[in-house]
């Protein structure tokens, strides 16, 4: 170590790593937010402070943090799927991290193509807006050694943020249920989508099960207004229904599509109801009742989850995202 | 220079370089799309087509094709926005290609600083959205060596593909004309954004006065649905107005918001109409008048025409996209 002039001289990286008694990397380790023990950790702050050591910009460019961070999405036309992304960047950018944006089309297989892509753009960390967790998802993501936070499915063997699908759907049953509706359909999504199609369909059917609507209409539609303008066609083949259930709101305009093109009314003839709480639903008539979920919110906290994870800070294995329930005028 | 056997001896890069008295690293530039003057690459060609010239595989594999394009968006909530993406991402992937996306929320000095941090990533080339044309753009594309289409904005020394916004402007301008509206008020965006703030302003202001109509009340908003609504109140304060123009369909949703809480009648009270063409204003009451452009075919023209210039095809320097009128009910 250099003499000095006591505690205003200069020190370097390495005089701090004698004076705490570790290796010179465990200091980078410390500038660049990776692991280090409590202590080990609260000495070397002592130090640095004492000192009033400020870490110089080779040393910041020197560290392995590219500060690039990766968000895998599957659509990018989905508006609960952009508030999702505003957060996750807004946060991201706030603390100096460099977002670049992966999407899928919902293809699950690229989903791994872009994990393993990212990986090797040497990004500090993932945000994976996941459309299905397969075993190959697992396989890959058991052996990554850069920190994921999975988003929109629940994944038992990491972390993950996931919308509150139950009880929301558990709430828009109860709720038309409630509302003396008899002959209802629900327009679900794939079974592949568990969040969606498992999670949130249960929670509509179990809802609707406690006022004894057991024997429910189902016709499956994709994410797109064509696909839900199909499938209304469909449930309205068979049997007059009083009560439309969407998994989504882009669902439900394609309903309302449906219902007025036949010149029925709404909430008269049939009510129609979903998720997603888009600023539009607000100047449709009639207006939509749907369920909100707190997406920005959502973005924000994944974000600084992964920012936890990169820097060793304990985060939990699961946070469920909440709702608000925003009563409109489609049901009667 | 290697002795040969006539026009049809094989040449290397360097002698290419030699014959035209340049560097090795402008004919690298010349096969890879970055800026040369235009002098420069005429003579190259020459010399390239004389010899038959063709670069090897393992020089394209070892000159820097990563099959990454980076794609820069100003925001990601966009509808047209989604579109866009939409055509860029199918062509890239059916093509090969891997995208992957930065969004800038609008701040043009994040273009710059992503334009270099994607060159440093090394894709192949780049497509950006702009949402302006500074002199520190200029400046940076120029000595760009890397290909880079413009889309949404013209960029007189590049290529660049962009709305037919001035044509589209007369169009919506002619028809409030044409439908007897006198007082009219227009909700523009700033003038930085010269595609929409200045071209389809000047194109829609233009159309009006053709029918004599030249004391347009207007008001500056962004491109969101609450600032739309904020823009909509001041218009309102002032003058009685028999129609709003809006620059996009977002801030038409937010005209519309107002003029409901008000208890006005469209289009008996106030006319509306827009440019978007968003499938959501086949469902709002009354359906909303609108201009649309083929933006879907937009990304698909602006992934071909970057794709074209990556392998050297010669392109237009500016393609415009084409646009529809779609009549709704929102004008009396």
Redesign the interface.
């Known amino acids: 170590m250099r003499g000095g002039k006591g505690s205003n001289k200069k020190i370097t990286m390495k005089d701090i790593a004698e004076l705490a008694g570790v290796t010179k990397t465990t200091i980078s380790r410390y500038f660049n937010g990776g692991y280090i023990k409590k202590e080990t950790k609260e000495k070397i702050a002592k130090i640095i402070k004492k000192y009033n050591y400020e870490p110089n910009t080779f040393a910041r460019l020197n560290a392995k943090q590219s500060r690039m961070i990766g968000i895998i999405v599957p659509a990018?036309?989905s508006?609960v799927g952009?508030?999702v992304?505003?957060g996750l960047?807004?946060t991201f950018?706030e603390k100096h991290y460099?977002?670049?944006?992966?999407?899928t089309?919902h293809e699950s297989v690229l989903e791994l193509k872009?994990i393993e892509?990212l990986k090797r753009?040497n990004v500090d960390g993932i945000v994976l807006s996941a459309t299905e967790i397969t075993d190959e998802h697992r396989k890959l993501l058991k052996k990554l050694d850069i920190p994921i936070v999975i988003y929109g499915q629940e994944y038992s063997d990491g972390i993950s943020i996931v919308n509150d699908d139950y009880n929301a759907g558990v709430e828009i049953g109860e709720y038309i249920g409630r509302k003396k509706h008899k002959n209802v359909g629900f327009i679900a999504v794939d079974e592949k989508d568990v969040a969606i199609g498992v999670t949130r369909r249960n929670g509509v059917l179990d809802g609707l099960s406690h006022y004894k609507i057991m024997d429910v209409s189902i016709a499956i539609a994709d994410f797109s207004?064509e696909s839900a303008m199909v499938a209304t066609k469909e449930l309205l083949k068979y049997k007059k229904l009083d009560a439309i259930i969407c998994s989504t709101d882009r669902q439900a305009?394609g309903v309302?599509?449906v219902i007025?093109e036949r010149g029925l009314k709404m909430p008269e003839d049939v009510s129609v109801i979903s998720f997603g709480g888009y600023?539009?639903d607000?100047?449709?008539?009639p207006r939509l009742s749907t369920i909100k979920f707190d997406s920005l919110n959502a973005g924000i906290c994944a974000a600084n989850t992964l920012i936890d994870l990169i820097n060793k800070v304990e985060v939990r294995n699961v946070l469920y995202i909440n709702y608000e329930f925003i009563e409109g005028e489609s049901v009667r």
């Open positions: 990018l036309d508006i952009s508030r992304l505003t960047e807004r950018r460099m977002p670049i944006i992966m999407n089309n872009y892509k753009l207004y305009h309302y599509k007025k600023e539009i607000e100047i449709i008539e």
